[in-house]
């Protein structure tokens, strides 16, 4: 029990730390002393930086995608399952603008290994998403990578909030998201109706 | 609102290579060598540095990592530039350098913009499929790579984006969609593309045409004029798996 809490105070380290200084500057001993575990013990869990990094990550999207989820499933009709989902993340990401950068900013300079972990974490997503061709009239017309785009267009939009330093408004944002997560499905006309 | 949106009028961009040279853009001033057969040691390293990237990314290159494969000396090196992120966005220059030209080549006022955007969109996807490593360079690592590569990444997104959002002809409902709609269809083509370079599909992103030219027309002209694009452009598109 003791090992599983030392794991959770470590990677709850891990976000702050990079976080707050960035993952390249970010020191194995940077994390010990934050999360107050000796540097055996870092070693006893994790390879290196990188790993404990990937862990760190892992705990944030699980998160992440719960809340999505219960929002969203507590809705009827797609576009308002949708609209109620993307609503749960933006409220997520602006209550906690380091783990929102964390997610999806840092991971970028993170190297290989963790850009491929967020490409992973998009694509829990696409569940959310593929409701919208069943939805939509004509989706089964709709070209084969259509949800992988909007779930894109949605992460865009989002992370050019966070590069302006404007985490606190993302809530502002759910009229865009949503227009740019129907648009494909239900065209542009529908789309803004519902965005409205 | 966002700074990176254009007023929202119609008028086509007249003269694309003044838009590049406002945002500084080095077109036509350097280009990849066709083949890409590198003489300069300055071009090896550049080329270099991007092979470098695509394997272990920015952060984990070292100057070695750049300097062996090119047979250039760390000495050199530093006679051509400062430090590694200097290399480096010469590196993004010479490939954002190409990328430009390939868009200028196709660029017309007088073509349909649905015309234009998939033109511009095939153009851009084969530069990528055949210069693997500048496409993840410019793509995956420069947005996460430090403030002067990331503007020149974000200078070359929004000329690609004045294309999108300018010189259409038959709007949709125009004052009921969102001025970001061109900017979040730009990242949905992009999320796309890097997801492909990163499962290793580079050279097969040429297939990905028809889905691009969806999403980034589909907000302006509607889904069944969007789908009839789709069908124009699978008729100039390897089919998927060949």
Redesign the interface.
Known sequence: MIARSQRERLLEAAVRVVAEQGYAATTVADLTREAGISRTTFYAMFEDKEACFLAAYDVVVDTLVRRIASAYEAEEGWPRRARAGLAALLDALAEEPELARLALVDVGAAGPAAQRRYRAALQRLTPFFDEGRDFAPGGRNLPANTSRMAIGAVAGLISDELAAGRAGQLPDLLSEVLFATLVPYIGPVAAAREAG | M???SPPNGNAPPADLGGLIEKEQLPAGREALAEPLISHSQRERLLVSMAKSCAS?????TTIADVCEPAGVSRATFYELFKDKEDCFHAAMELSLADAMGRIVAVYSPDKPWATMVRDAAAAFLDLLANRPEFARMAL?EA???GDRAFELYASGKRVLQSLLERGRDDP??EE???S??G??????????I??QI??GNTARLPE?L???V??TT???L??EEA?RQ?REAEKATPP?GG
């Open positions: 966002p700074p990176t272990k990314g920015y952060g984990a995956v947005p996460s790579s949709v409902e009921a969609i969102p970001s709609a900017r979040a269809a730009l990242s949905a083509a992009e999320s796309l890097v997801g990163l499962a990905l028809p889905d691009i969806y999403i589909v907000p302006y509607g889904q789908l789709v998927a």
